[in-house]
């Protein structure tokens, strides 16, 4: 029987980082786990032909709005990074390189870096800083800097990121109910709805 969503999301993506705020919750509510699974947008993007939200005409002033607004909508704290989008290489590469081993911890490790990216508005991109936030919870901090170097680990997320869009994620966050997919935070209520009723 089916006991786990799939919650698909880019470090990088405002929508993803509020989502991540209450995918678990959300879940646990109905009996459920969550898998959590980084990808890169750059690479859907390209495959769908859009462009980040901030920088498509029309779009991009309403959307920088919307996120301050959906961010208290929900009572959290949002500060939109500086640089801002770019690609999340180091938190996604850790995130798998540390799954393997230890996929608690990893998951623990993904709240981290968005909540110093979202949150204070660092740049989550950086190495030494997901080192830093590994550091805490028992991650060898030159491990994990040697590691997101690899061509093993830099070929796992290309993969991830492939398999991932293979199977129709084009956007964060995405949430797949076995078969079942739901794009975007605002469709966390149908999600929670879904995992009630077993769908409709």
Same mark, same amino acid.
Do not use: C
């Given at each position: ?14 929508? $993803? ?24 947008? +750059? ?29 208290? %909508? ?5 500060? %939109? ?75 796992? %997320? ?9 199977? $129709? ?29 077993? +769908?409709?």
């Amino acid at each position: 029987m089916l006991s786990a969503l799939e919650f698909y999301f880019d470090f990088y993506s405002p929508y $993803g980082y509020l989502a991540s705020l209450r995918i678990d919750e959300i879940a646990a509510r109905q009996g459920y786990e969550v898998i959590w699974r980084p990808f890169l947008l +750059g690479p859907a993007f390209a495959a769908t032909g859009h462009r980040p939200l901030l920088d498509t005409p029309l779009m991009g002033d309403y959307v920088a709005h919307d996120f301050a607004r959906s961010a208290r %909508l929900q009572g959290a704290v949002f500060r %939109l990074p500086e640089e801002f989008p770019k690609a999340a290489l180091a938190p996604s590469r850790a995130y798998y390189w540390l799954f393997d081993q230890q996929p608690e911890n990893a998951k623990k490790l993904a709240k981290a870096v968005y909540r110093v990216t979202f949150e204070q508005g660092r740049d989550g991109t950086q190495p030494e800083l997901v080192a830093d936030l590994a550091e805490p919870l028992g991650v060898d901090r030159k491990q994990l800097l040697t590691a997101i170097t690899t061509a093993e680990v830099k070929e796992r %997320l290309k993969q991830e990121t492939q398999a991932a869009m293979a199977r $129709g994620v084009f956007g964060s966050p995405f949430v797949f109910i076995g078969d079942e997919p739901f794009w975007g935070n605002d469709r966390l209520e149908q999600v929670e709805r879904w995992l009630q009723t077993g +769908g409709w």
